[in-house]
């Protein structure tokens, strides 16, 4: 009885202490260039949310999207002269971009990364590092 | 006795993170571990790498990369909510885009605009023979087509002539050729999935190739 309940309170405190690995859901960009450094969190793009609704030719075709996390250097310049994310949160498509909260959603300081890559799940630590860069 | 409660603190919390590591991983009852005799590492845990992920399509404020913090995050859809009804996997998102679409269970857009551009589908297999026990590869032109533009794959990942690209495994695991996508947002490369790609059986008569080391031995 008293052993359990210490057993409980030292697996509760783990659960506090070591850092939890993230469970988020596959494909889910973060994008981190620049928002850290701006004082915003960082930017979490859902791509299972937009596959729902757009082919990837949509983004990856025609709005030109390359294939790599970070790799556009998106800004909100670019956003709100109607480039990448701005080709549609313009209050056409989709919201606009007043609701700051909705993309830039992620904890402060999770690098740029794809979450749930393949690399990322293999053991080897070299590995590892290449998914994270 | 405060002295002693506050050295006995220290002492639970420096040894915390060795003791929770085992707690997670095996939770023995602890009678057993106070009967080990002697000193034993607490690095032989039961699995020493294997991660398994705990749960499927988290919400985002429970994910690890949302802020729960952020009012926004609580605004945002769980995945499991809008994946209600769809066909599944056993990987990646755990849902199997290419029957979704193939039932009409998902319409998503060809088009930014307008809902009602089809597609430009092209039903063409190409075969890859792999040296290697494992069945032969099939690539296949059309679920590709359907989610994507030629121009996502040529002339930039794959040349459009058969057999003119090297592939192999070591490559994709790390993100080139088929791995441009797959295991990053198409469906991820798992023990799984890999009769996804290869699943084209050998023929019958088929042998692996022999070393030459293995031929030469003359002990065998």
Redesign the interface.
């Known amino acids: 009885m008293y052993?359990s309940a210490?057993?409980g309170l030292?697996?509760m405190?783990?659960a506090m202490?070591?850092p939890?690995?993230?469970?988020?859901?596959?494909?889910?960009v973060?994008m981190n260039n620049y928002s850290d450094a701006a004082g915003m969190?960082p930017v979490?793009f859902?791509?299972?949310?937009h596959?729902?609704?757009?082919?990837?030719?949509?983004c990856?075709?025609?709005?030109g999207f390359k294939?790599k996390a970070g790799g556009n250097k998106i800004t909100m310049a670019k956003i709100i002269d109607g480039q990448f994310c701005g080709?549609?949160h313009n209050g056409e498509?989709s919201w606009s971009v007043e609701?700051?909260?909705?993309c830039?959603?992620?904890?402060?300081g999770?690098p740029t990364q794809?979450?749930?890559?393949?690399?990322q799940?293999?053991?080897a630590p070299t590995?590892k590092k290449?998914g994270n860069k | 006795m405060k002295m002693k409660q506050f050295f006995l603190g220290v002492v639970a919390l420096s040894v915390l993170p060795v003791v929770a590591s085992q707690v997670e991983a095996a939770q023995p009852p602890l009678k057993e571990v106070k009967a080990a005799k002697g000193h034993v590492s607490t690095a032989n845990t039961f699995n020493r790498l294997l991660e398994k992920s705990k749960a499927r399509n988290l919400p985002p404020a429970e994910d690890g990369i949302h802020d729960p913090d952020n009012d926004n995050t609580h605004v945002l859809q769980p995945p499991k909510i809008a994946y209600d009804g769809l066909p599944t996997t056993p990987f990646g998102n755990y849902v199997d885009w290419v029957k979704a679409l193939d039932t009409d269970l998902l319409q998503p857009r060809y088009d930014r605009f307008d809902p009602t551009i089809e597609p430009l589908i092209m039903d063409l297999d190409i075969v890859r023979e792999v040296k290697s026990t494992v069945p032969d590869v099939v690539f296949p032109h059309k679920p590709h087509t359907q989610w994507l533009h030629c121009s996502n794959c040529h002339p930039k990942i794959f040349i459009p002539q058969r057999k003119a690209n090297v592939m192999n495994m070591s490559g994709i695991l790390l993100g080139q050729q088929c791995g441009v996508c797959h295991g990053k947002v198409a469906f991820p490369v798992t023990t799984q999935s890999c009769t996804k790609c290869h699943s084209k059986p050998k023929p019958a008569d088929w042998k692996p190739p022999q070393s030459e080391t293995s031929l030469k031995d003359p002990w065998r």
């Open positions: 052993k210490l057993i030292l697996s405190l783990a202490v070591l939890q690995a993230a469970q988020a859901e596959y494909a889910d973060v969190r979490v859902p791509h299972w949310y596959r729902i609704r757009f082919r990837c030719k949509v990856h075709a025609d709005l294939f080709a549609c498509i609701n700051c909260g909705m830039h959603s992620g904890i402060a999770t794809i979450h749930g890559s393949t690399v799940r293999l053991v590995y290449l």
